[in-house]
């Protein structure tokens, strides 16, 4: 009779921790796509950011018209862009058109010392810096849940309820990482 | 790291529990020692209401506490914004539910702590000393290690070991206080009553005073050795959120080298500051009774992780700077695998250098916390307003040109913003 009450426990023991791994994966695996729209959140942000710079700027940079214009150009490709491929090419293209607008008014010093334009640059700097904190932080969550579908014994329960890896957000441009060649001939 | 959790939240309900006997038994040993026979029971019931209305208050109210008694006002995201886009940059990097309020200190010494029992109600302050000192990198270092001490719950179990400490000071201070008073009528009264249970009294009079000596002692020894370790774990979360590790390094360094002390700081809420407030001289034994890991070996580890941030890496620097194999970092957090990369540092618009323009910065800034407003003269000063001028002119200092005051007006819907 006791016999019968021990084996009940532990079954009720196994239950219980299995349901408690499945619900810490479901867990996991909402906050990867929370992290994830969290950095479209940031993203969005730029896009609104950058109309507001452009006003500020147009009356200092005269001979910058180019510059500017495919400042504009870049965001509404990057607004109207669909897949996340798309998406992550055209960031990559607004960011660079953003550098080099930020790049060519190191030469106006009258735009450099505007309040109104400070104040967007250390707006426009933190956005920047949040979209990278949004990655780093979605790159976390995503190394959490994978360790966790991948070790033992989380991994028995990952399998039998069909959890995937997710995929880390590397860096679009690949050629960053490349070390570059010299050579001396 | 989810084992320092669990580890806290479990340490916090035995210290609750723990310090709820403990209190108990020295509520009795000093009802006994007192006023036999009846007195334990009286001495119980007094440390009972003792620990119940200061674990309830320090629990629910005990950042709010913390916060005041340090002098902390709340700011909006305009009165510094950079303070506030680099705690938010934190927050999503930490993966925060909501912000965290935060706070600004007037205060000339640098430092910052962190409040809040859980990530959904935290809030850091920093000092108005800290703020000119120290570039973006630095800054987002400090924020980034309050924030991991909050996510730790190393203020969960604080708050309650805080508690801990100060009942048992309150309660030793209130017997050593109660001898001096008693010595003389109680003793008489006594004496006439117990005169079977002499040999027992006397053992329980000094069961009563070794212990209300020694248990301060032994609490605050306890309340340092934990605190030392939080500090550590701390700098290696706050390294790995921003993944930069130089950052907090040069604000420990910049922080530590300054010698202004802060005025309102005690005891309990010394381990709760990133850096001791209390600047001793350099004395050997200082280690034991320090809250704080001594500040050098701190910075040396942070500035030997050029090879990346993780956990991994910050306890291999750890061992290699202490000389200690103690495994400072839990399993879970061991699991950081990849490796985890430095960036490179921001660059950042140059602040103005000169000391008159970082005075003036602070004490624009103290005074916009204070709820003081700005006006700007026809000569150009700008006149600072206390909240509660109530004349109707204001005479600029300078140049002796009279203005209405804009702020008596209760209709005006515009607030003077400073330029």
């Known amino acids: 009779m006791t016999v019968l009450w021990v084996v009940l426990a532990v079954v009720v023991v196994i239950i219980l921790s299995v349901v408690g791994v499945f619900n810490s994966l479901v867990g996991l695996r909402n906050q990867v796509k929370n992290s994830w729209s969290q950095i479209e959140v940031q993203l969005k942000r730029r896009h609104d950011l950058i109309p507001n710079l452009i006003e500020s700027v147009k009356g200092y940079v005269q001979h910058e018209r180019g510059t500017l214009e495919n400042l504009t150009k870049a965001r509404s490709q990057a607004i109207s862009a669909q897949t996340v491929g798309e998406k992550a090419k055209a960031e990559g293209v607004l960011s660079g058109a953003l550098g080099r607008l930020m790049v060519s008014v190191e030469n106006y010093p009258d735009l450099k010392a505007n309040q109104n334009f400070l104040a967007l640059q250390e707006e426009l700097s933190s956005t920047e810096n949040r979209i990278a904190f949004a990655r780093q932080n979605y790159n976390d969550q995503v190394l959490a849940f994978n360790n966790k579908i991948q070790m033992f014994p989380s991994n028995l329960i990952a399998n039998s309820f069909a959890f995937t890896k997710e995929e880390f957000f590397e860096l679009e441009d690949k050629t960053e990482k490349e070390v570059p060649k010299v050579s001396f001939s | 790291m989810w084992e320092l959790i669990q580890e806290n939240k479990r340490k916090s309900i035995f210290l609750f529990i723990g310090m709820g006997l403990c209190l108990l038994l020295l509520g009795y040993l000093l009802g006994a020692a007192f006023f036999p026979p009846n007195g334990a029971i009286s001495g119980?019931?007094?440390?009972?209401?003792?620990?119940?209305?200061?674990?309830?208050?320090?629990?629910?109210?005990?950042?709010?506490?913390?916060?005041?008694?340090?002098?902390?006002?709340?700011?909006?995201?305009?009165?510094?914004?950079?303070?506030?886009?680099?705690?938010?940059?934190?927050?999503?990097?930490?993966?925060?539910?909501?912000?965290?309020?935060?706070?600004?200190?007037?205060?000339?010494?640098?430092?910052?702590?962190?409040?809040?029992?859980?990530?959904?109600?935290?809030?850091?302050?920093?000092?108005?000393?800290?703020?000119?000192?120290?570039?973006?990198?630095?800054?987002?270092?400090?924020?980034?290690?309050?924030?991991?001490?909050?996510?730790?719950?190393?203020?969960l179990f604080m708050t309650f070991a805080g508690i801990l400490l100060g009942c048992i000071v309150l309660i030793s201070n209130m017997f050593f206080r109660g001898m001096w008073y008693s010595s003389g009528s109680s003793r008489r009264y006594r004496s006439g009553r117990s005169s079977d249970g002499g040999k027992g009294q006397a053992l329980i009079f000094i069961f009563a005073i070794v212990f209300a000596i020694l248990a301060p002692i032994a609490a605050r020894l306890l309340y340092f050795a934990i605190s030392r370790r939080r500090e550590y774990l701390a700098d290696a979360s706050?390294?790995?959120?921003?993944?930069?590790?130089?950052g907090l390094a040069s604000a420990l360094e910049k922080i530590s080298s300054s010698d202004v002390e802060l005025t309102s700081a005690n005891q309990v809420t010394a381990p709760m500051y990133i850096v001791n407030p209390f600047k001793e001289k350099r004395m050997s034994f200082s280690s034991v009774l320090s809250t704080h890991p001594p500040i050098e070996e701190r910075i040396k580890i942070l500035k030997s992780m050029s090879g990346g941030a993780s956990y991994v890496q910050y306890q291999k620097a750890y061992a290699a700077v202490t000389g200690k194999s103690s495994q400072l970092i839990p399993p879970s957090g061991l699991e950081d695998q990849k490796e985890i990369p430095v960036r490179k540092a921001v660059p950042e618009a140059p602040k103005p250098q000169s000391v008159k323009d970082q005075a003036r910065a602070i004490g624009d800034l103290t005074r916009t916390i204070y709820d003081y407003t700005f006006l700007t003269c026809v000569c150009g000063l700008k006149i600072k307003v206390p909240p509660d001028f109530k004349k109707p002119k204001i005479v600029c200092p300078r140049c002796w040109h009279q203005m209405d005051n804009p702020f008596l007006k209760v209709a005006a819907p515009t607030s003077q913003t400073s330029s």
């Open chain 2, 44 to 155: 119980v019931s007094i440390a009972l209401i003792i620990w119940s209305v200061l674990s309830l208050v320090s629990f629910f109210s005990g950042d709010q506490i913390l916060l005041a008694t340090s002098g902390a006002k709340e700011i909006s995201s305009d009165v510094h914004p950079q303070l506030f886009n680099i705690v938010e940059e934190m927050k999503i990097a930490a993966n925060l539910p909501v912000m965290p309020k935060i706070y600004i200190m007037d205060e000339a010494a640098p430092n910052a702590f962190a409040t809040g029992r859980s990530p959904e109600r935290c809030a850091i302050a920093v000092t108005t000393g800290l703020l000119p000192r120290l570039n973006r990198d630095e800054l987002q270092g400090v924020i980034a290690h309050e924030m991991s001490h909050v996510l730790n719950r190393d203020v």
């Open chain 2, 238 to 246: 706050g390294a790995r959120l921003t993944r930069y590790p130089e």
